[in-house]
């Protein structure tokens, strides 16, 4: 099992604000993000959501499903202040999974620990970030590691290849040379 942690979520949220930190400038509103219905204002937006649920579902353990609680963000937030929200809330994750017993399990369509808890945070931010970078017309890709790293505690049955170009191809973002297009995926957080 991978051992992705609060420290690789870290790495990705400081790389999604490195990446998308100098366009802030821009309306993020008026551009969707890559092949998104969202926005690239929106698609932040749900990074952010999503970091804080994982860091509830981290810290309060709940078995059965997601906590009750949910993310609002200031409808005239600027681009740079949405930023600041991902880096807050991903600062929560951190903290939660560093206060996580390693058999802490907590509810993502199943018992998840919190290694899935981590992947899952890494993955919605790199591949949001791709979506916005693709929104904003920016080159980046996602780092090779942490790419790995979700691949190999979120999707194993991916294929072999580089890693970023293979979970791009398993989230439906990519080609890989000699697969079809993916259309739907689902993340194995849950333990069996």
């Not at 420290?7 to 998308?20: G, I, N, P, S």
């Not at 409808?75 to 017993?101: H, K, M, Q, S």
């Not at 980046?140 to 942490?146: A, G, I, N, T």
């Not at 999707?155 to 040379?177: C, H, I, K, Y």
Request: charged share 20%; aromatic share 6%.
């Amino acid at each position: 099992m991978s051992g992705v942690g609060g420290k690789d979520v870290d790495r990705a949220v400081a790389e999604m604000v490195r990446v998308l930190g100098p366009h802030t400038g821009r309306d993020w509103r008026a551009v969707r993000a890559g092949s998104l219905e969202w926005s690239c204002w929106t698609t932040a937006a749900h990074v952010a959501h999503d970091l804080l649920a994982y860091a509830g579902q981290v810290a309060g353990r709940p078995d059965d499903a997601y906590l009750p609680f949910d993310l609002a963000i200031a409808e005239d937030a600027a681009p740079a202040d949405v930023l600041r929200v991902v880096r807050a809330v991903g600062a929560l994750l951190v903290g939660a999974l560093a206060g996580a017993d390693p058999d802490t399990r907590a509810w993502h369509w199943g018992p998840a620990d919190p290694t899935g808890f981590a992947a899952m945070g890494v993955a919605e931010t790199l591949l949001h970030t791709h979506d916005i970078t693709q929104g904003l017309g920016l080159t980046w890709r996602p780092p090779e590691d942490l790419c790995a790293a979700v691949l190999g505690r979120l999707l194993p049955d991916a294929p072999a290849g580089d890693p970023a170009q293979v979970l791009l191809w398993a989230t439906g973002r990519g080609e890989l040379p000699g697969r079809d297009r993916v259309t739907a995926w689902v993340w194995r957080a849950a333990l069996s």
